[in-house]
T-cell receptor
Framework: NAGVMQNPRHLVRRRGQEARLRCSPMKGHSHVYWYRQLPEEGLKFMVYLQKENIIDESGMPKERFSAEFPKEGPSILRIQQVVRGDSAAYFC???????????????FGEGSRLTVL | SQQGEEDPQALSIQEGENATMNCSYKTSINNLQWYRQNSGRGLVHLILIRSNEREKHSGRLRVTLDTSKKSSSLLITASRAADTASYFCATDASGAQKLVFGQGTRLTINP
């Protein structure tokens, strides 16, 4: 059973371009979470999605950031018109139905490291 | 403000010694979790302790929780070079499906 797959692992963008980060959850997992980690800091929650639904986006910046988890395919975190402050590692986690924060069944991917020039 | 804060920020010890890391948080919780992150990698779940538990063991790991002081500690006994990593505590936030992480403790085990 493959783990949570994120790609690309590294992405370089110039200011003003768009960044798309993809996350394929573990097999059988229907819940996806995105977190952002700035250098030398802990992870900060961004958004929690289930298939075709955004459940909690309280950590998402109001502008330029969006996330989706379609019925088919991976979850996508999209950052439009990137700025230098968007440079960070973006981690995706997935959990099975009934799992997640309450049970510790939260499995993280290796992250996508975005560098904005 | 940050929910969990770890102490110390960095810790360097000799292989075989015990390592203790502390975490404090601000609001009431249902559970507290500890994660490990190797450099440039994702997070690995180590252990979860519920608010009604005071101590939990898993292999060489021992976690304590004091809800009256809103603090937790992670003890790694008989440390190994492979334990070199950053360790984060995380708490659930008001029953929502999101974790609030501390800034982590960078642990270095010297051979």
């Amino acid at each position: 059973n493959a783990g949570v797959m994120q790609n690309p692992r590294h992405l370089v963008r110039r200011r003003g371009q768009e960044a798309r980060l993809r996350c394929s959850p573990m097999k059988g997992h229907s819940h996806v979470y995105w977190y952002r980690q700035l250098p030398e800091e802990g992870l900060k929650f961004m958004v929690y999605l289930q298939k075709e639904n955004i459940i909690d986006e309280s950590g998402m910046p109001k502008e330029r950031f969006s996330a989706e988890f379609p019925k088919e395919g991976p979850s996508i975190l999209r950052i439009q018109q990137v700025v230098r402050g968007d440079s960070a590692a973006y981690f995706c986690a997935s959990s099975p139905p009934g799992g997640g924060v309450n049970t510790g069944e939260l499995f993280f991917g290796e992250g996508s490291r975005l560098t904005v020039l | 403000s940050q929910q969990g804060e770890e102490d110390p920020q960095a810790l360097s010890i000799q292989e075989g010694e015990n390592a203790t890391m502390n975490c404090s948080y601000k609001t009431s919780i249902n559970n507290l979790q500890w994660y490990r992150q190797n450099s440039g990698r994702g997070l690995v779940h180590l252990i979860l302790i519920r608010s009604n538990e005071r101590e939990k063991h898993s292999g060489r790991l021992r976690v304590t929780l004091d809800t009256s002081k809103k603090s937790s500690s992670l003890l790694i006994t008989a440390s190994r070079a492979a334990d070199t990593a950053s360790y984060f505590c995380a708490t659930d936030a008001s029953g929502a499906q999101k974790l609030v992480f501390g800034q982590g403790t960078r642990l270095t085990i010297n051979p």
